[in-house]
């Protein structure tokens, strides 16, 4: 059976921003004839103010915080308590005061079910902040310098790049990979997401399906090239005008 897996932010909507409307339209017909699943980093009340409720209750199952906080509709099915240590606390608040970034904001470590979400520019960035920071970042690499070093000093722990400015720590292998086994071996798995890379908190859950062959990995740089791909890679058809 085809069951369809979405990551949110640069896959179903602009990063931390609202569906396009027209696309929420046909999304929702897509849900309503196919088996669909969402994934993303951000909690149930972040997801559903950018997808909306009805997207949200159509889902199969919602996976928030990379799958560690797992909800049917508006019933939660599991959730992991996890905070993150002290130690690794402290590193991350060096590497907020060791950066060059300028345009910082506020609320830079986000505590989250089962993960936390550490932002150099902080959630509360406006969006002219956001694009700032995307600038700095593509640079820079400062993301992906970051995780690498955050990874060898944490062993236990994995920090993934994830969405335009977050970086996403959670216990190893509490990753986007864990929803697989919520998954029959028979499925064949088509997954959509932006941050596929090496370090991109979209890649656990990528390795795992192309490894296993349970299916097919898209990676879209927008909403509008996940739409087309539903129609061209998965429906066998073209958008019509």
């Known amino acids: 059976m085809n069951q369809f897996i979405f990551d949110v932010d640069g896959t179903l909507t602009p990063s931390r921003q609202t569906i396009d409307l027209d696309f929420a339209v046909f ?5 309503k004839e196919n088996n669909v699943y969402l994934i993303t980093g951000s909690d149930r009340n972040k997801t559903i103010e950018q997808v909306g409720e009805e997207i949200y209750n159509l889902a199969k199952c919602v996976y928030n915080c990379s799958g560690s906080d797992v909800y049917k509709g ?4 599991r959730r992991d308590k996890w905070k993150l240590p002290e130690d690794a606390r402290i590193f991350l608040l060096g590497c907020l005061k060791a950066s060059e970034f300028k345009y910082k904001t506020d609320n830079h470590l986000e505590q989250r079910s089962g993960m936390l979400n550490f932002s ?3 959630r509360s960035c406006t969006q002219q902040d956001r694009k700032k920071y995307c600038e700095w970042d593509k640079q820079n690499n400062e993301r992906n310098k970051i995780t690498l070093k ?3 000093l944490f062993p236990k722990l994995q920090a993934t790049v ?3 400015t977050g970086i ?3 216990p190893h292998g509490a990753n986007k990979g ?3 086994k919520d998954f029959d071996s028979s499925d064949t798995l088509h997954f959509f997401g932006d941050a596929m890379g090496t370090q991109g908190n979209d890649y656990p859950l990528k390795k795992l399906i192309i490894d296993q062959g349970r299916g097919l990995c898209y990676t879209v740089n927008s909403w509008k090239d996940t739409k ?11 958008i019509s005008s």
């Open 27 to 31: 999304f929702k017909k897509f849900c």
């Open 74 to 77: 508006s019933e939660n099915i």
């Open 120 to 122: 150099i520019v902080g």
């Open 150 to 152: 955050f990874n060898k």
């Open 162 to 164: 994830g969405g335009q």
């Open 168 to 170: 996403d720590i959670a």
């Open 178 to 180: 864990q929803i697989l």
């Open 228 to 238: 087309q791909l539903l129609y061209e890679r998965t429906l066998g058809r073209k």
